[in-house]
């Protein structure tokens, strides 16, 4: 029984989960805005809003937590400028979900999931 569990399985091991969900998150970050089911969109969600919140208390530790789902220090440094300006007084909520309708194949209900 998973009962008080968050965490979805997507139907993958946890290697793969967990390394579909970074690259997703790495894309998110990268273009501000991606198209994705709605059940992926709320685990990359909970993964992007605790990066920005550690992007927002910039520190050498942080960054390494924060490398620990990007690999990209220069996609790092601009996670970090864009919480320090863009999130200066939000105290979380960074990301919207826009569902956009079901997808044509199997009918799975897709999302629009972009930073504020």
Partial sequence: MRHKR????????????????????????EHEKIKMTVTRAKQVR?????????AKKDSVHNRRMMARVIKDAKLIGKI????????????????????????RGDATPMCVLELV
């Fill in 80 to 103: 970090c400028e864009m919480a320090k300006t863009r999130y200066e007084g939000r105290p979380g909520g960074y990301t919207r979900i826009t569902r956009i309708g079901l997808r």
């Fill in 46 to 54: 909970r993964i992007s809003d605790r990066l920005i919140s550690k």
């Fill in 6 to 29: 968050k965490i979805k399985k997507l139907n993958k091991p946890t290697e793969g989960r967990l390394a579909m969900l970074y690259a997703q998150t790495t894309a998110l970050f």
